[in-house]
């Protein structure tokens, strides 16, 4: 069965990046599929950050992605994550997921179970 | 500020039905694009409830339906329970940007 699983610092001071991973297990991330990043901020919705494809084409969302850069890395099985220059909005639980079918974006059939960052000096 | 609006928050007593509604417009919903719905209960990730429009993954109760008329989508929610309590999102992926794009989310309250 596949799961995803978040990593990284849970605490970004301001200006700095972001970084985390999602580590993939039960699957290959180099055999297909749109892996995505999406995020909540505390008390708020879903905002979909970005995806990339197992190829390494990557989609971002035009509101982040001056500051995004997502990066697959199929030795590892695992894609991850960086977001620049942080402030306090940035502030949420980040997700990864795995949309329904191979191909798709959006219907995130499998998610990680998240992982709260905190931007704070 | 989504492009797909949601009610804030609905409720139901159990054992009523409860709708949700997503509403787009001639650019999104209108244009032909398929939604998604997720439910995510309190403290966990969300989870998918209905893809393609319509389409419940195996393991959703045929309780959870969704459609889709014109530039909305609804999510109807029949013989509500008290676990149903939780936060209700609509996505749709906008092909010609490339974009995921989601709901601002509703709240049900299971009276």
């Known amino acids: 069965q596949v799961q995803l699983q978040e990593s990284g610092p849970g605490l970004v001071k301001p200006s700095e990046t972001l970084s985390l991973t999602c580590v993939v297990s039960?699957?290959?991330?180099?055999?297909?599929?749109?892996w995505g990043w999406i995020r909540q901020p505390p008390g708020k919705g879903l905002e979909w950050i970005g995806s990339i494809y197992h190829s390494g084409s990557t989609y971002y969302s035009p509101s982040l992605k001056s500051r995004v850069t997502i990066s697959v890395d199929t030795s590892k099985n695992q894609f991850s994550l960086k977001l620049s220059s942080v402030t306090a909005a940035d502030t949420a639980v980040y997700y990864c997921?795995?949309?329904?079918?191979?191909?798709?974006?959006?219907?995130?059939?499998?998610w990680g179970q998240g992982t709260m960052v905190t931007v704070s000096s | 500020q989504s492009v797909l609006t949601q009610p804030p928050s609905v409720s139901g007593a159990p054992g009523q039905r409860v709708t949700i509604s997503c509403t787009g417009s001639?650019?999104?919903?209108?244009?032909?694009?398929?939604v998604q719905w997720y439910q995510q209960l309190p403290g966990t990730a969300p989870k998918l409830l209905i893809y393609g429009n319509s389409n419940r993954p195996s393991g959703v109760p045929d309780r959870f339906s969704g459609s889709k008329s014109g530039t909305s989508a609804s999510l109807a929610i029949a013989g509500l329970q008290a676990e149903d309590e939780a936060d209700y999102y609509c996505q749709f992926y906008d092909s010609s940007l490339s974009v995921v794009v989601f709901g601002g989310g509703t709240k049900l309250t299971v009276l």
């Open positions: 001639s650019s999104n919903i209108g244009a032909g694009y398929d």
């Open positions: 039960g699957y290959s991330i180099s055999s297909g599929y749109n």
């Open positions: 997921a795995r949309p329904r079918n191979s191909g798709w974006f959006g219907a995130f059939e499998i």
